[in-house]
């Protein structure tokens, strides 16, 4: 047995050849595009966010006035560079310029930039966001707050190289981690992984080395790699962007694990919904093919290594790695008792290793640079960065990389700009429906996988939305609540019915309809639950629900004992009501404003709600002028009564 | 492979094979684990109704006694505090999606929520459970027996059976969350599915929702 597993590696190992392959294929990508730094090049950030803002119109408003015009330049579609807030982002890089880096772009503006800048001379400053390198006219991206912070790792390219041109990414040293790996004995490679601690960024924070040690050892030939792309937590896209802006990041990373633990065959793990992100990783693994990357005989190696996209109907349990491989087998995505781990029986009882994908991007560059340098940022148990996605009420909401441990206040106030709209502070939910929400005291709290378990929450896979005082932390729970029942498989008793009882007892209080006995009802559920269930969905569901009732409790006995909603946010316990001493006899927008014909002008000329015909849409908040500011709501209902009484 | 192993449960000594699950240990030496899912014999138990939790030494939290494999020196616990509450829990949100009728109910006396109950002292009075909405659809369309969801606690027990004794795959699972449900193909009524009418699966119903038709007749011991 050990001598066959000898034998094996022998056979794969290093051949020195690889160099030479690699050196080839690098000099000609480089040379293919030494043409841009020639003519000016206008990149463009078509990920889906970018997309999703007008990107596709910018694009092709660019090349149609370059070329009314005779201009010569490139249009370059790349990915996202995380700042949502800012799409579409244009960057354009003109010989004798510093790249720059425009936001918000509309046809408008593209229109104005080729006549003013492209056709002339003049790079239009006033609409500039930042520039990419230093320069003596205009600021960088690191000098902004987010700057300080930011520490790319694997992030770095995305937004600047086009995805779908393996050339852009060979040009910036792509896959020489793995001309590098394969140059090393497979073992070596792997101690390199473990002496980083590169802990797995799905949520879990299991050391990758020691999954692929376990793979590595288990008997068996046939062994598989998988790269879990489910992404199902609301609101997250880190992985997604990863995906359409860096395919190859993440391919290279796949090789290298699958030379490590000796794989043949690997897969990547997409929901079907990221059409996108499935059509650039598709060529991203062609061009991979026709360059020798992948396939047989990897840069001329004897290592073999055929990957695949399996696009998956994208349930949120089917993230979790038993039910994954269960639905890539056919069957149902159902959970399963662990162990044995996947590592021993996976993929058709194969050992196998699932990695997240941003895990594997931090390969390649531990390889080419080693653990130290991997250790040397963050913190020591969690070493490396981590990429959050900044949500909810943010000015600058969108994907930041991090060093590990930087703090929770760092990442919302520093890096995304603060809570918008002078609005105050009220929570953090961080780590999707199986994380938590964090009051202002827990801000200070660096941020790692373990830090956060203390106040009850996780790091997760890196979500992070950001709540004001205008949101309800009852209803936030029971939002994530909902989440987790309709998402539980249904297999085992605590999550598909503990979940459900806890979603209705959450629905029965902020609908005015609950008890204080209910509390301890739903505190019991919460702690059986995270005992009881089989997998983690299950054993982190209740995670919302025990951090709002340890940090909000206020909040869930006004709901109860007050039937008042202390945000103004559950509509089953607040009124809409216009202030007589604040309304403007001479406006009438908030009636035009009410899709109900809820509003009426009373005898005396002022405005007020038929409360029998009120939907509570919020339409005549936001119509009235902030002069008058004269539509506010009342909570609890009986409040009404009390005006009503008082101002007849 | 099979070696034998001493263990030691609620105080008793016990020796089995190694590797063999604590479940069938415990049951076979008259230890009362309360349990609905777990079938002998199966490779990779379902692990689903999370009822047959025991104390492990050496464990940290609880574990499940259908997937536990026995070795050596073990020391098992089955009845502690945080044991109890995790089968109360169980127990109780299991009846709360049960609809309740024992004296119409052809299981009265032989239903394994009852033995559950009686074994751990637990009755449906003290629940402060809402009953969930009960599902009310009845499938009577084969000759012998009938299926009657709103009693199913999702064992899949039959289905298990279904595919893997009788071979042929009339029923199976369905839907998520809330809305899992033992269904045919299509949700088609039993009767216009391949079910052959082998009766295995109502035999292994461990509650009243897969039962015989004319029950007096074929059972002892009903009342
Ligand atoms: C309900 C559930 C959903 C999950 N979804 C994902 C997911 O979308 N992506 C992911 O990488 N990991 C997800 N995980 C974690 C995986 O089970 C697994 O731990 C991870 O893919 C391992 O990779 P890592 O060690 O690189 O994090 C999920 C886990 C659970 C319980
Ligand atoms: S915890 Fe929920 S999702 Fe996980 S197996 Fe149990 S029912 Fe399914
Ligand atoms: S019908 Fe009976 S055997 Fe089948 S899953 Fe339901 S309770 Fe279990």
Known sequence: MRRENREREAGVMAVPSAEKFYAMLRSAAVAGLRILDEVPVIRIGTATCGIAAGALLVRDTFRDELNKRGIEARVMEVGCMGHCYAEPMVIITKPGFPSLCYNNVDEELAIHLVDDFLARGDPCYEFAMAALEPNDFFPTFQDFPRGIYEEKMILGDCGLIDPQEIDHFLARDGYLALCKALQTESNQVLQEIKKANLRGRGGAGFPAGEKWDMARKAPGEIKFVICNGDEGDPGAFMDRNILESNPHLVIEGMIICAYCVGASRGFLYIRSEYRQAVCRMERALEQAREKGLLGERILGSNFSFNLEIFTAAGAFVCGEGTALVKSMEGKMGIPEHRPPELAESGYLGKPTVLNNVKTFCYVPPIILRGARWFRDVGTPESPGTAVFALAGKISAPGLVEVPMGTTLRQLIDDVGGGVPHGKRFKAVQIGGPSGGCLPEQALDIPIDFDSLLGAGAMMGSGGIIVLDEDDCMVRIARFFLNFTQEESCGKCTFCRLGTRHMFRILDDIIRGKGEMGQLETLRRLAEDIKIGSLCNLGKTAPNPVLTTLRYFFDEYRAHISEKRCPALSCPELTVYFIEPKRCSKLCNVCIGSCPVEAIFTRDDGLKAIDQEKCVKCDNCLKACPPDYSAVIKLSPLSLLDERLGKNK | ?223
């Open chain 2, 1 to 223: 492979m099979s070696k034998k192993v001493t263990i030691t449960i609620d105080g008793r000594r016990i020796s089995a094979h190694e590797g063999e699950k604590l479940l069938w240990v415990a049951l076979d030496s008259g230890i009362y684990i309360p349990h609905l899912c777990a079938i002998r014999g199966q490779d990779r138990p379902p692990a689903g109704c999370r009822l047959c939790f025991v104390e492990v030494g050496g464990r940290l939290g609880p574990v499940t006694a259908c997937t536990e494999p026995i070795r050596e020196g073990m020391v098992v616990r089955t009845r502690t505090p945080r044991v109890d509450r995790l089968v109360e829990t169980a127990f109780r949100l299991l009846l709360s999606d049960h609809r309740l009728d024992c004296k119409n109910c052809t299981k009265n006396g032989r239903c394994e929520l009852q033995v559950i109950a009686r074994e751990r002292g637990l009755g449906p009075d003290r629940d402060p459970l809402q009953p969930l909405p009960a599902k009310t659809y009845i499938d009577e369309s084969p000759r012998t027996f009938v299926f009657d969801p709103g009693r199913c606690v999702l064992c899949g027990r039959c289905v298990w059976v279904d595919q893997q004794v009788a071979g042929v795959g009339a029923i199976g699972f369905s839907g998520r969350g809330i809305r899992r449900r033992v269904t045919t193909f299509g949700d088609s009524n039993l009767a216009e599915s391949p079910c052959t009418e082998c009766g295995l699966c109502v035999e292994v119903c461990p509650v009243g929702a897969l039962f015989f038709k004319l029950p007096a007749k074929k059972t002892k011991g009903d009342s």
